[in-house]
């Protein structure tokens, strides 16, 4: 019966059968955490991992670490609420009893979680184990008293912020672009998608984002009512814009080729006469890297180093198509300090070598080629045409990375930058109609970094100030942070050649 037992508790935890998924593997051990009692002050603690059962009753005997004490104490009562495991659990009356419920909004508009099997002020030893959905949802008007249970209804949330008339039209116009882009996507794709089953059309709905309406109605509220209600744990809302409207695959592809032209504006398809190559690049199978050097420069050609930086941006503004790295230059920032570098790169290489035959590449003085990769038309730097035999390709990736924080007890904005950079050195061989290439030394981290994290007091996704920002808090400029961390990089260009 024992193992009858067992085996049922791994099946039932084995699913998820809470809201934020109960976790037996933490059940009984101590985790940081935040509680806040009647005083309204935030305190960092240890509390033990208990089943929601027992964390949403007040009267429940919680076990808790205060920092820098030795041992824990158990407290009963006086708890307003207490943050542990992510899960936000604030003192609720439901069905007019108080219990802890697990916050996923808080505001005039707030929403809940309550947990629904196990009876109030009931403690029991050993596994407490549901079968079954544990929680239920409210989403409440805290400021009428009216609950919903379960998710909001576009024609209740419409009811709930006519007295707010800016949400209002915010809403309107999400629920304007809504029906704007199901009818986009019906023309487009409506014929092109049927059921397996029925043979009918099956069309791909578009909503308004009820969450982004309700945090808006919640930051008007809390414009004009400053102090009225409470927070536990983040943030006062703040206003989130209509995000920009979601392009088709016609419209990224135009988009795409549009910047793909800017970008090669000032370059040609033919190379200039005096860069033109002397001769066709035969390798040696038997010479060294450094044998390979001297042999491109005795037959006239080149060695050079070639710059390219990415755009500073967030995660967010990077897709994948087809393999190739698209990234959008809505909202990024070109620092155009960055390719200063590559002064400093040719120089560091040079002396490394042993050699003064390295120089750096104008990139608009190399012809391009355009070619076409999965359907996706494309374009590529020409070196065959070029004196450039052997090329040192320096990449610079800044990415700025957004995320909320707790610092000291207040969920506050930060910035840091990640600075990633690899070196790649190609070879290109024959002669200038051809496509062959060997890739002769490939380090994928030449120095990269991560700045400081900087605090910000108010929010901002503007993409070039928070980079700015962020870089205030560099002890040196960034190019000399950027030189300095690449010595290792070279020291590994000198290892591969020898």
Known sequence: MKNIFILIISLINSINIFGQAYKPELDGKFLPAKIIFGDDVVHDIQMMYQQPEFFKNPLNKFKIIKNNESGSYTHSGGIAAFLIDNNCWALKSVAGQNQFVIFKTQGAIEQFEYIINGKLGEVTTGAYVVIGQRTKTITRNALTNESVEGILSPEKLKQWILNAPEVLEDYNKAEARANEEQERIDSENGEQKKSFITGATIKEPTEVDLNRIINNYNAWYETYNSGKLKYYFIQKPTWINLPE?????????????????????????????????AKDNVPDKKETFLGKMDRIVKEGNKIGVVVYVKPIRNASMTEFINGQEIISEVGAYHDPLLLATGTDLVKELNTALGTNNIELIDINQIPYREMKIMGTKIRIDDFWKTKYKLVFAYTIDPLLKFENMSIKGDIKPTTTINVRSNLVVTEYNGPSTSTSQKNQIQILNMGGFVTPTVVHEKESKEVELMYKKTLEKLEVPILEKIKTERASGIEKVVKRVN
């Open 245 to 277: 409207r979601v392009k088709s695959q016609a419209e990224k592809k135009a988009e795409r080729e549009k910047l793909m032209a800017t970008a090669y504006s000032e370059r040609s398809t033919e190379v200039s006469p005096e860069l033109a190559s």
